[in-house]
């Protein structure tokens, strides 16, 4: 039998997060966050102090990078990087690494992989129903008011909800 996967894709601060590891407890399967996936590559751009924009570089750091994840926890490379990949860095530099062609193609492959090796799964992300599993169980495609998806974020994280309104605006039109 084919493994149950289901699709959750939405924009940023559509509440992707929260329904997606509430329907993997209440089923009892796998979660797996994508975007901590692209934010993970970014950390370790960071890290070694590349650019963002430096394709090449960028890609090569995507196929060695080694990830440990967890419902709530990511290391990089053996780093614990679950804060720091939600740091306003990694914000302004995660669209970069996410439109690099090498960086999408490797992520596929792995989150491919992962749904074979935990035999199915909730799987967040914005390409997840779309582009990886085309064919997944059920495709749930989240929407909320840019508004709402500020002061979700504001209220995670702090900040101001216009600017952080702002910041979303800028980040759908670039991602
Ligand atoms: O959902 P998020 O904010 O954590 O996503 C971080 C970035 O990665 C954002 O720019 C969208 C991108 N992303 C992507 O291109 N494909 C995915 N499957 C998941 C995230």
Do not use: C
Request: hydrophobic letters at 45%.
């Amino acid at each position: 039998m084919r493994p149950v996967v289901i699709a959750i894709d939405g924009p940023a601060g559509a509440g992707k997060s929260t329904i997606a590891k509430a329907l993997a407890r209440d089923l009892g399967i796998a979660y797996l966050d994508t975007g901590a996936m692209y934010r993970g590559v970014t950390f370790a751009v960071l890290r070694k102090g590349l650019s963002a924009t430096d394709v090449d570089a960028v890609g090569r750091v995507a196929q060695a990078v080694e990830f440990a994840q967890t419902t709530d926890a990511l290391y990089v490379d053996d780093v614990d990087a679950t804060a720091a990949i939600r740091s306003p860095e990694v914000d302004a530099a995660v669209s970069h690494i996410a439109a690099n062609s090498v960086v999408r193609d490797e992520m596929r492959l792995r989150q491919r992989q992962w749904i074979a090796d935990h035999n199915g799964g909730v799987v967040e992300g914005r390409d997840i129903g779309s582009v990886v599993f085309p064919d997944a169980t059920l495709k749930v495609y989240l929407v909320a008011t840019p508004l709402v998806r500020a002061e979700r974020r504001v209220a995670q994280h702090g900040g101001d909800v216009a600017e952080i309104a702002r910041a979303i605006a800028e980040r759908d039109e670039r991602d």
